[in-house]
Structures are given as structure tokens and as C-alpha cells.
């Protein structure tokens, strides 16, 4: 038995059924010079093969698996099953992203990983992170605390020091006694 013959058998056990007097069996109009053989029946390389090069497995009676892909899985990391006994490898995250179900998704960083004690901070996934307030006595420099330290001066909201009371020119957060931050 010839080996497109037994292409054709095979692709009748696969449900394919194209008999030689089908419609279907005729009813290809070209082919692909070059175009990969698939197991349906059809001489898809112009070679006057039917189904040959093992597309169809002659060996077990059975069409061979086609295995899934990561984009028809809607994955973008990890691995997983191709659906034919094999693993599919479909890459990894970048920095900032962590894999979760195949998925790559942001982790947002938090004020302890960037080091920050005061202030706000993009969070690296499109939001903001509130890092607190410093204590009395200092001010958030660059989302640090820093001990405010005027001698003989006195110490403006933002942190600068000034040789006159009130810090004129220096526009402060208004406390809740009516006062400026600025003493």
C-alpha cells in the first residue's frame, strides 16, 4: 500500500471521510508548492500526495495531536500542558510582574521596598502609596523623615531654614491653630 493510500485510510479513521468519490475528495482546487502536509486528505504541497511524511499515523491508527499554543491558551508566562503530553514553555515576566496562572501581572512595591518613611510614591502598577508623615520636629525630604535642625534660625515648612520668624516667601501647609508650619 502506497503511502499516500494509506494517508487517505487514514484520514478516514481521523473523520476526515474523503472518498475517492466525494465531493470533498475533488473539490480542492489548488495547493501550496512548499505548504506543510496536514493529515485531511488533501495533497497540500502540489506533490500528488495525499497526507504523507507521517501527518497520519499509519503505526497507531490515529492522527497525530495537535498541540495547543501559549496565545491560544491566553498565556503569557510559565508553562502548562500542549494537550498532547508535552509542556509548553511560554516565557517570563519582567521586573515589577510575577507570573499567576499564566499570567503576567504587576506587583506593586511598597514604601519599605524603595525605602521610603514619609510621602507619596508612584506604586509601579499605575496607583500611589501614602508612606506616611514624619513626627513633630522634622520634615519628609525625598520620602525621608529629616530631623529639622535650625541653631539660631528658624525652620521653614519645607525644611529650609530662615533668619526671619515666619519664613516670608515660603508658602506653608496651614496648621489647625491658624499658624504656619514654618516656626
Known amino acids: 500500500m502506497t503511502e499516500s493510500v494509506r494517508g487517505l485510510l487514514l484520514a478516514v479513521l481521523c473523520g476526515v471521510f474523503f472518498a475517492l468519490g466525494s465531493p470533498a ?21 502540489c506533490d500528488q500526495l495525499v497526507d504523507e511524511g507521517g501527518v497520519c499515523r ?17 498565556a503569557s508566562c510559565g508553562t502548562l500542558p500542549d494537550g498532547c503530553g ?14 499567576t496562572e499564566n499570567v503576567c501581572v504587576c506587583v506593586p512595591r511598597t514604601c519599605g521596598d524603595v525605602g521610603a518613611t514619609c510621602g507619596q510614591l508612584a506604586d509601579g502598577c499605575g496607583g500611589y502609596l501614602s508612606c506616611g508623615s514624619c513626627p513633630n520636629g522634622s520634615n519628609c525630604s525625598q520620602n525621608q523623615c529629616v530631623q529639622l535642625t535650625c541653631p539660631g534660625m528658624y525652620t521653614c515648612c519645607d525644611g529650609s531654614c530662615s533668619t526671619v520668624k515666619g519664613c516670608p516667601g515660603i508658602a506653608c501647609d496651614p496648621r489647625p491653630d491658624g499658624g504656619t508650619q514654618s516656626s
Open 25 to 45: 475528495a475533488h473539490a480542492q482546487t489548488s495547493c501550496v508548492p512548499g505548504q506543510a502536509e496536514v493529515c485531511n486528505g488533501l495533497d497540500d504541497d
Open 58 to 74: 499509519m503505526d497507531t491508527g490515529t492522527c497525530p495531536c495537535l498541540p495547543t499554543t501559549c496565545e491560544a491558551e491566553n
Open 86 to 99: 508535552g509542556t509548553l514553555e511560554c516565557g517570563g515576566c519582567g521586573l515589577g510582574h510575577s507570573c
